[in-house]
């Protein structure tokens, strides 16, 4: 079963709509990220999540916001879609807040079709 | 600007044949971990394997890696491609504050028969 639930799996939306993706792991992990994939991109950082707490953000838009009501859940919030946000959003998770030495886990990933 | 450089894009290989991706990374850290990660298609990235230690050859799962820190460099080698080792392969340095993992462009490679 997978350890980090990410729904939904795929998703159309309109652009200018709002949508929000959502993310739990059941890892116990204390550290959570938001990734991005995208033909024209590589896997980008966008956020990392440590107690609920931002830790880093790549992110230039605002448009694209975290939100955390649990330690072991981040949501991310979209809004005003632009045809150019249509790529696979992984969020992923690892067991303390540094990286170092510490294994990234990846969700399953939603696909986000920006039409 | 980037902080890993990877063999750029498609690497195609015959089944059997030896395995070399390059990997070489700038990091502020005197002792970084640096990691590959693979990703199957339409699968999400797991990790392969992952290094500490300068000059010791870490292995899992067919493949090997040293971490030598005098060329920055960590590249990835298997010495005989099968045909499920075709996936985009990712090199993986820290990134400042340890808060997340900088992923490189990323390295296709195709194993045929």
């Known amino acids: 079963d997978p350890k980090i639930i990410q729904k939904p799996k795929y ?16 890892l116990g992990h204390n550290a959570m990220y938001w990734y991005r994939q ?3 991109k590589p ?13 880093d953000n790549q992110t230039a838009s605002s448009r694209f916001q975290p939100q955390s009501s ?3 859940h981040l949501d991310l ?6 045809p150019d946000d249509s790529a696979t959003y992984f969020c992923a998770s690892s067991q303390a807040r540094t990286v170092s030495g510490n294994t990234l886990y990846f969700g399953e990933g939603s696909r986000l079709i920006v039409v | 600007g980037d902080s890993v450089t990877q063999t750029e894009g498609l690497v195609t290989l ?6 070399m991706l390059n990997c070489t990374y700038q990091t502020i850290y005197s002792n970084p971990f640096l990691f590959w990660y693979v990703q ?4 999400s990235p797991r990790l392969l394997l992952k290094s500490f230690t300068d000059n010791k050859r870490t292995e899992h799962q067919g493949f090997h890696a040293t971490l030598h820190k005098s060329s920055s460099s960590f590249h ?3 010495s005989s491609a099968q045909l499920s080792d075709s996936a985009l392969y990712y090199c993986a340095p820290p990134d400042s504050g340890y808060n997340k993992l900088t992923f490189g462009k990323g390295t296709v490679l195709l194993v045929s028969p």
């Not at chain 1, 980008?44 to 707490?53: A, D, G, L, P, V």
């Open chain 2, 14 to 19: 015959t089944e059997g044949l030896p395995v």
């Open chain 1, 11 to 26: 998703l159309v939306a309109v652009t200018g709509s709002e949508k929000i993706l959502i993310c739990e792991q059941y």
């Open chain 2, 40 to 43: 199957h298609l339409n699968e």
């Open chain 1, 70 to 72: 649990k330690k072991n």
């Open chain 1, 38 to 40: 995208s033909a024209k």
């Open chain 1, 77 to 82: 919030q979209i809004t005003a879609l632009k």
């Open chain 1, 43 to 55: 896997l980008e950082f966008m956020f990392s999540y440590s107690y609920q707490k931002l830790m």
């Open chain 2, 76 to 78: 990835l080698q298997k």
